[in-house]
C-alpha cells in the first residue's frame, strides 16, 4: 500500500502567522486562500502524473485504476476544499475522514481565559449544501461534525494510533493507494507514531501542498520514500 500525505493549501490563517507571526485574526475553520488554491492545482497535476506512472509501472496499462485509489480528506474547510481541487482532476469520490482533522480540533479562544474552546462546526446539512461533491462519513454528529471540547495532545496520539491501525487492516495488503488530504500538526503525530519516533520535540516540515509518501506492507513494515516533496511547486507558491 501507498499513502499520499498532502497537507492542504495556504489557509487564511497560515497567510496572518506569516504576515504577522500572531494568531491574532484567527478563525476556528479557515478557507483556503488564492495562493492555497493555486498551490493545490499544482499539486493535483503532480498527483496524476504520480498516479499514472504508479499504474503503468504496476499493471501495464495507462488505463484508470480508480477502484485502488482512495481520496480522503478531513471535515476542515481548508482540507475539504483542497481535496475537491484534487479530486476534480483525478476523476475520485472525495471522501471524508472524521480523524484526519488537525490536532486540538475545531476551537476558539476564550476572550478572557485565553484558553482554547471546542466549537461544533458545520452540521451535516450544511457541508451538504456548501460541499456536495463530499462523501460525508457515516455517524458524523448531526448539530455539527466535532463539537466537543479542544482535543488534548494524548488523544491526538491516540487518534492516530487509530488511523494507522484501520489503513493497515483495511488497505495494506495489495496495490492500494491512499491521499490524505490532511494538516501540519497532524501530519507530525501521525508519522510520530507511525514511525514509533520517542521524542516529542521531532518535527517533519510539511509546506503548504507538499507531499510526503509512505509504503505500508502487509506485515506492517514502514518505508518514508520522500518527505515534504514540493519541487512541483512554482518559487512564489512556496508557503
Known sequence: MKLVFVRHGQSENNAIWADQQSRE??????????????QMVYTAQFLDSFLSGELVENTGSNQPHNDRIFLFCSLMERS???G???AQRLNLPLLGHPDIHENGGLYEHDPITDEPVGI??????????KYPLLVQPQGMNPEGWWNRGYEARELRQERAARVIADLKHKYAAGENCL???????FYNTF???LLEADSADAWFELYNGAVTLI???AEGGV???YNNRFDFLPSGLIT
Open 120 to 129: 461544533p462546526g458545520m452540521t451535516k446539512a450544511e457541508m451538504k449544501k
Open 84 to 86: 475537491e481541487i484534487i
Open 215 to 217: 509504503e505500508i506492507n
Open 25 to 38: 485574526g484567527r478563525v476556528a475553520d479557515p478557507l483556503i486562500t488564492e495562493i492555497g488554491t493555486q
Open 191 to 193: 508519522l510520530r507514531v
Open 179 to 185: 491521499i490524505f488530504v490532511s494538516h501540519g500538526g
Open 80 to 82: 475539504i476544499q483542497s
Open 223 to 225: 518505508n518514508l520514500i
